[in-house]
């Protein structure tokens, strides 16, 4: 079901651009996604995990040909793409010795059982994928005409990547469903900001009706995002009480 709604979202903001839509708009539109659900999945922890790995797969993959598309308009710099490719190749790196369904949640969502990995550049740090994504998007800053037109969607992939490192060494897994009343209040207010922020541009630009039809469809994925990600949460949080009660 996701990658269909997903499929939907796309066409309606190639709809949008047919129709007059900024270029930029829907490429902030369509670039942060997969941060969303990586954060639905660890907080919740229903969502099975292949499912999961397909749609934060083809979301990024959405958000890196934007950011490609976005970085090859303007004028290449040789240090800004060194510092990007170290970064990548630092991401990429770490994902191969971890392993592909550890690298999304598999221990946290998936049940694979605990592992402890000392070899370089676990032996550094713990979160050398975020790290490496940190440099990788610091790096197209170095350039100055990327900077110039594109600074704030590399500084929000900085951002959102900061916002995993924390979510990771300060919240456990599951944790969204053990406080799932002021996490649902949080997320809705996460939702309405991003689609408000998004229309907002969008009728800066275009008018208040585009506007409010990108916000809207902003808003409306995002919460049907919600939805498939939490649920069964109930059901779930029964099972977890009766399995503890059974050890008592």
């Keep these: 079901m996701s ?7 796309v066409c309606a903001m190639a709809g949008a651009v047919a129709w007059g839509l900024d270029l930029g708009v829907a490429a902030y539109a369509l670039s942060f996604w997969h941060y969303f659900v990586y954060w639905l999945a660890y907080l919740f ?24 598309w976005a970085y090859l308009s303007g004028a290449p710099d040789l240090l800004s793409v060194t510092v ?8 990429t790196y770490a994902a191969t010795i971890m392993g592909s369904d550890r690298c999304y949640y598999g221990y946290e969502i998936g049940g694979l059982p605990g592992l402890r990995i000392t070899s370089f ?18 790096g197209a800053l170095i350039n100055p005409d990327f900077r110039e ?14 916002g995993l490192l924390i979510m990771e060494t300060t919240l456990s897994a599951g944790s969204g469903g053990a406080r799932s009343g002021a996490a649902r209040w949080i ?19 275009h008018g208040p009706v585009m506007g409010a039809a990108v916000g809207l469809c902003v ?11 939490t649920k069964g949460m109930g059901e779930n949080a029964a099972r977890q009480t009766v399995a503890t009660g059974s050890l008592t």
């Design 3 to 9: 990658p269909f709604l997903f499929g939907v979202f």
């Design 45 to 68: 922890c229903v969502a099975p995990l292949a499912a999961f790995k397909r749609d934060a797969i083809m979301m990024k993959s959405v958000a890196m040909g934007v950011l490609g």
């Design 84 to 91: 990007m490719t170290l970064g990548f190749a630092l991401n």
């Design 121 to 138: 550049p676990y032996s550094v740090t713990a979160h050398p994928m975020l790290i490496g994504n940190i440099i990788a998007f610091g």
């Design 149 to 162: 037109r594109w600074w704030p969607l590399a500084v929000t992939h900085v951002g959102m990547n900061v």
């Design 187 to 205: 997320i809705g207010l996460v939702i309405f900001a991003l689609g408000a922020a998004i229309g907002y541009a969008a009728q800066a630009l």
């Design 219 to 229: 808003c409306a994925y995002a919460f049907a995002l919600f939805f498939l990600y």
